[in-house]
């Protein structure tokens, strides 16, 4: 399958996910950080040694203090359910 692709499905699931817990999904949409680990099934250290990992392609986007993740990052490492 074409990798492409796959992100691209990822990222339609992703943003249905996003939909469903309530937050609208804009035209570059970023996910808070409690979603962000949900979408990754790791824990909070889990997420937070994850981060900070040079080659990670997930990195934060701070807004009014907290911060969010842009869910096409997410999609790079997501895995689709079987």
Same mark, same amino acid.
């Given at each position: 399958m074409?990798?492409?692709k796959?992100?691209?499905?990822k990222?339609e699931?992703?943003?249905?996910?996003?939909?469903?817990?309530g937050?609208? $999904?804009t035209?570059? $949409?970023?996910? $808070?950080e409690?979603?962000?680990?949900?979408m990754?099934?790791?824990?909070?250290?889990?997420f937070l040694h994850?981060?900070l990992?040079?080659d990670?392609?997930?990195k934060?986007?701070?807004?009014?203090?907290e911060r969010?993740?842009?869910?096409e990052?997410?999609?790079?490492?997501?895995?689709?359910?079987?």
């Open positions: 074409n990798t492409l796959t992100k691209t499905d990222l699931y992703l943003k249905k996910w996003v939909h469903h817990v937050i609208t $999904p035209h570059n $949409p970023v996910v $808070p409690w979603l962000a680990l949900r990754l099934h790791l824990t909070p250290d889990e994850y981060v990992l040079d990670c392609p997930v934060p986007v701070y807004r009014g203090g969010f993740y842009r869910l990052e997410i999609a790079e490492v997501f895995e689709l359910p079987r």
